[in-house]
């Protein structure tokens, strides 16, 4: 029986010495983050079980991936907490510089991008595992794209620690190898995922009063 196992990878992999710009698929890998060595990690062993038992292993390097849920913390999650702050407070922080720039998408891409590679014929794959990316963008062009939907928001801009996680990885992602093989196409660019969220979450806050207010009226006598 064929075995076919799908996992995510990250552009973690990449490391310092990697070429920041238009990163390929074929490049030295060499991260410093122990998140980065264990999805490289993960890249090496799906290879060798492909080569050495024929499983189909795929996997696709997923940039920074942007939804309205809560943000973890991680580095590419600034992002949420501009647009959560902006929403609430119209006023927002990166704890990223202005002009540090990463690869995103949507995560109605994300999880389309898992799907489109899991169903591909084998025959139309080149490669075990893929770039991936729909766009790259600073926090300073972040904020711009929330300045169209929010025009009184201002913003801070105060790097941490993070900024050398950040640092360490592509400004941008070539992946000309998935949109050929099988096909890849993003559908969110930054503005359509900045209005997006900020209505996911103004949908949330309505959902969330509705629901108070249900309540409310079920309590009383």
Not at 9 to 19: E, K, N, Q, R, Y
Not at 48 to 55: D, E, L, S, T
Not at 56 to 82: E, H, K, N, Q
Not at 118 to 139: D, G
């Amino acid at each position: 029986q064929p075995v076919s196992v799908f996992a995510p990878s990250s552009i973690a992999v990449f490391g310092p010495s990697t070429p920041a710009d238009m990163t390929p698929d074929d490049i030295v890998c060499a991260p410093t983050t122990m998140y980065g060595i264990s999805k490289l990690h993960l890249e090496c062993l799906g290879g060798y079980y492909r080569k050495r038992y024929g499983i189909d292993f795929r996997s696709l390097r997923y940039p920074g991936i942007i939804s309205a849920s809560a943000p973890g913390g991680g580095t590419t999650d600034y992002v949420m907490d501009m647009y959560k702050d902006s929403w609430k407070y119209k006023q927002c922080e990166s704890f990223l510089s202005e002009d540090m720039e990463l690869p995103f998408m949507h995560m109605d891409d994300c999880l389309r991008a898992a799907m489109e590679l899991i169903m591909a014929p084998k025959r139309m794959l080149s490669r075990p595992c893929y770039n991936i990316t729909a766009f790259s963008a600073t926090p300073k062009q972040v904020f711009e794209s929330i300045k169209k939907f929010i025009p009184e928001c201002t913003v801070e801009y105060n790097a941490d620690e993070r900024e050398l996680i950040a640092r360490s990885w592509p400004n941008s992602i070539d992946d000309s190898v998935a949109r050929q093989d099988w096909e890849w196409r993003h559908t969110y660019d930054l503005d359509k995922i900045t209005e997006d969220i900020l209505n996911t979450l103004e949908r949330e806050k309505r959902m969330s009063i509705s629901q108070l207010r249900l309540k409310h009226s079920l309590s009383e006598p």
